[in-house]
């Protein structure tokens, strides 16, 4: 009986609304979720942060880490820290090779590949 009255009501163009007011909860997580979208699409666009898109491909990735963003995790997620590569591209170093000599001291070979770094 339910189930028929539900769908009389939903196909009837004169049904009035008998509820007028939604929880504000519901309200903040659907507008929530829009400002995700919109912020994923702009994310998707942009043509720049391409390293931090190496660490944090979608946006939900970023939001789901749970480390404190000190000034030190951005600097190596987006590219900026100064190390040889970083220094060598502005012409500070002559040479952009690593410390342990196993390629250019980047971000990704600092957290991956430096033999210094392993343990």
């Known amino acids: 009986m339910v189930n028929r009255l539900a769908k009389e009501a939903a196909r009837s163009k004169d049904t009035n ?3 007028n007011r939604i929880p504000k ?6 507008i929530e979720e829009e400002a995700k979208q919109q912020w ?3 994310w998707g666009k942009c043509a720049k942060a391409a390293i931090t898109k190496l660490y ?4 939900q ?12 995790i951005a600097a190596m997620v987006t590219g900026r820290r100064k190390t040889r590569a970083y220094l060598h591209l502005f012409k500070l ?3 952009a ?3 342990c000599k196993h390629g250019d001291q980047m971000t990704d070979h600092l957290l991956y590949h ?3 770094f392993k343990t």
């Open 17 to 19: 609304i008998v509820y």
């Open 25 to 30: 909860s519901t309200l903040c997580y659907e």
């Open 40 to 42: 994923q699409s702009e």
């Open 56 to 59: 944090f491909p979608t946006v």
């Open 61 to 72: 990735d970023g939001l789901n880490m749970k480390i404190s963003i000190t000034p030190n």
């Open 93 to 95: 170093l002559e040479y």
């Open 97 to 99: 090779t690593c410390v």
């Open 114 to 116: 430096c033999t210094l």
